[in-house]
């Protein structure tokens, strides 16, 4: 079993006020966040959506070179991007997940179904089932 942790501090008020992310078990430090870089231009800062997006992208990427690897078919270079939706008042509506792969000896059909299964079997997905996530996977 595994703990990752990061820990908030907030002041004020959710429209005026700010605050401050720090990742606990690496070397990322700390990030600012606000309720301006929440729902409109970042200006530097990031977002819970921004982290959730990072997390997710990375999972996917991870899921679906281990899947691959356990084909035979280990991939050269896996690209995931997360676009996380969030509107006010809705909370976050849509995750894209864009997935660009080199993957030698696999057809485009064949790399879109483990794709797909990634996408469920990633972690993150899963820990976001509350939320719609689309796939735009390719080969390049």
Not at 15 to 41: C, H, I, K, P, Y
Not at 45 to 67: F, K, Q, V
Request: with cysteine; glycine share 10%; hydrophobic share 40%.
């Amino acid at each position: 079993m595994t703990v990752r942790s990061a820990q908030a501090h907030w002041e004020g008020s959710l429209m005026e006020g700010q605050g401050e992310v720090e990742f606990l078990n690496s070397t990322l430090g700390s990030v600012e966040v606000d309720w301006r870089s929440r729902a409109g231009e970042t200006e530097g800062r990031t977002s819970p959506e921004e982290l959730i997006a990072a997390a997710h992208s990375a999972c996917y990427s991870m899921a679906l070179s281990h899947a691959l690897a356990g084909n035979g078919t280990p991939p050269a270079t896996v690209d995931t991007r997360a676009d996380v939706t969030f509107v006010p008042g809705e909370g976050i509506t849509r995750i894209l997940l864009t997935v660009r792969a080199s993957v030698p000896g696999l057809t485009a059909e064949q790399f879109d179904a483990f794709a797909q299964g990634a996408k469920t079997g990633c972690p993150v997905s899963a820990a976001l089932t509350g939320t719609t996530i689309e796939l735009d996977a390719a080969l390049v």
